[in-house]
């Protein structure tokens, strides 16, 4: 995936033609995805990426998910996870072609990164993954969307919301931040805000720790341009609005407020 994720990305960006590609999905196989979260299959729509589930990630999973993991051993393997989810994330923004001398005093054609990155993290859980860009993106600026959600329709309260965002974001990359992709209210609102302050849809990548297919497919409807990488499609959102299997509340667990 990264090799060709380059070639777009050196030609200007990825997602070219991926509305039509993605309702052409969601007319034909997303029902059955649905029901069975199959990340593999996720990866079919162009703009949903979804990691690998190697044996290392399945066991940070195995740890982040159980009931009875620690805080620390949770937040420690968290920020484990997310710092490969904002690697990958990396993947989607341009590069130029760079031709260095090794020491060798060979000539090896490369890349060097020449996107302009923000990191805007949605209020509070978005925050746990600032420390992740930080670490692999120097110097990085980092705004903030806080939208107060409906507890009980799971929707976004249009009522209250607070964006402290960059002066130059439209002329940067974004890599909207928020673990958890449920109904995909909040995400949508996020991304009208960002477009209201001038941000393209296509310079967007949402980066994400699990989803699940409902909010999957409300996100990729509303904005087919932008990318999304995740680390896992989880098949089901009950009731209260709670992911299945999921991990719980993440913010909650990850910041130490949690009941579970």
Same mark, same amino acid.
């Given at each position: ?16 033609? +991926? ?7 969601? +007319?034909?196989? +997303? ?5 069975? =979260? %199959? ?8 703009? /949903?990426?979804v990691l690998s589930m190697t044996a290392q990630m399945k066991a940070i999973h195995t740890i982040i998910r159980d009931k009875n993991t620690s ?17 990958? +994330?990396?993947?989607? $923004? ?10 060798? %005093?060979?000539?090896?054609? =490369?890349? =060097? ?12 859980? &978005? ?15 980092? &705004? ?5 959600? %409906?507890?009980?329709? &799971?929707?976004?309260?249009?009522? #209250?919301?607070?964006?402290?965002l960059p002066a130059d974001i439209k002329d940067r990359w974004v890599f909207l931040l928020d673990p958890m992709l449920a109904t995909g209210g ?12 001038? $941000?393209?849809?296509?310079?967007? $990548?949402? $980066? %994400? ?19 999304? /990488? ?11 609005? #709670? ?10 667990? #990850? ?6």
């Open positions: 995936m990264f090799r060709t994720v380059l070639k777009r990305a050196v030609l200007g960006g990825a997602g070219l033609g +991926a509305g039509v590609v993605a309702g052409s999905f969601w +007319a034909g196989t +997303a029902s059955a995805l649905e029901k069975k =979260g %199959n990340n593999n299959e996720w990866n079919k729509i162009p703009t /949903v990426h805080r620390q051993d949770f937040v420690f393997f968290s920020d484990r996870l997310m710092r490969v989810l904002i690697e990958e +994330a990396l993947s989607f $923004v341009p590069f130029k072609r760079s031709e260095v001398v090794t020491p060798t %005093n060979e000539k090896y054609d =490369g890349l =060097g990164f020449t996107a302009k990155i923000c990191g805007v993290s949605i209020m509070r859980a &978005g925050e746990s993954m600032e420390a992740a860009l930080r670490t692999t993106c120097r110097d990085v600026r980092i &705004g903030k969307i806080l939208i107060q959600r %409906n507890e009980e329709t &799971g929707k976004p309260d249009s009522k #209250y919301s607070y964006a402290k909040s995400a949508i609102k996020a991304v009208n805000i960002l477009k209201q302050h001038g $941000v393209k849809e296509e310079r967007i $990548v949402f $980066v %994400n720790v699990v989803c699940c297919p409902e909010g999957l497919k409300n996100f990729t409807t509303a904005f087919p341009k932008t990318q999304i /990488v995740t680390s896992s499609v989880d098949p089901v959102l009950d009731e209260r609005h #709670y992911i299945l299997p999921g991990l719980g509340d993440f913010g909650d667990r #990850y910041f130490g407020t949690n009941n579970w």
